[in-house]
């Protein structure tokens, strides 16, 4: 089985910061790989699948990186929305795959 | 708008059943692949079942098989995880959730999901 391992697993930022959320495969998934954003007490949002693919709606200031087991998700200028918990999901089978087990963003 | 509304959670002692429904509105129901979703503090988010539009496609993942059953109801836009032989790692937020209609493995929208807890 391939396992999702995200790095790291708590991030702090500031509004108006960069910030990268790594997600590494076990295996070479190709760009099989999305994202999803998930706030406390709410079902988690797909945000951009397909490694880079933003989803429509999604602000354009999340962007997906990478191929083969590594992939990054960069948010540019950090919104006050955007304090949640991202979760990498790899898609490379015939059934959904494994998550990572999540990255929470948290306000500096 | 989209309405994924899951209901039938609740606490069962390890062996027991708990049949968890959710009621769906707002989209072609009939037209959609559908998925059960958990997620617990021990496990993480782990996909559990998907069923087919017409409801002749049923897989799930490794964990359940032989335990769980999906299903669904066209007639009345409603999924249904039958959850037997249920396990204390069987506790979870279980959500169901829509496929992207282009890709069957990714998940569009969810419910707010209903909690199982397997406990004696």
């Known amino acids: 089985d391939i396992q999702m391992t995200q790095s790291p697993s708590s991030l702090s930022a500031s509004v108006g910061d960069r910030v990268n959320i790594k997600c590494r495969a076990s295996q070479n998934i190709g760009a099989y790989l999305n994202w999803y954003s998930q706030k406390p007490g709410k079902a988690p949002n797909l945000l951009i699948f397909a490694a880079a693919t933003l989803r429509s709606g999604a602000p354009s200031r999340f962007s997906g990186s990478g191929s083969g087991t590594d992939f990054t998700l960069t948010i540019d200028n950090v919104q006050p929305e955007d304090f949640a918990t991202y979760f990498c999901q790899e898609t490379s089978a015939t059934l959904p795959g494994a998550f990572g087990g999540g990255t929470n963003l948290d306000m500096k | 708008e989209v309405s994924l509304v899951e209901s039938g959670g609740g606490v069962v002692q390890p062996g027991g059943s708990l049949r968890l429904s959710c009621a769906a509105s707002?989209?072609?129901?009939?037209?959609?692949?559908m998925h059960w979703v958990r997620q617990s503090p021990r496990r993480g988010l782990e996909w559990v079942s998907l069923i087919s539009g017409d409801g002749s496609t049923t897989f799930y993942s490794e964990s359940v098989r032989g335990r769980f059953v999906i299903s669904r109801d066209n007639a009345d836009n409603s999924l249904h995880l039958q959850m037997n032989s249920l396990r204390s790692e069987d506790s979870a937020f279980y959500y169901c959730?829509?496929?992207?209609?282009?890709?069957?493995?990714?998940?569009?929208?969810w419910g707010l999901g209903t909690v199982v807890t397997v406990s004696s």
């Open positions: 959730a829509s496929a992207v209609p282009m890709d069957y493995k990714l998940f569009d929208h």
């Open positions: 707002g989209f072609t129901f009939s037209d959609s692949t």
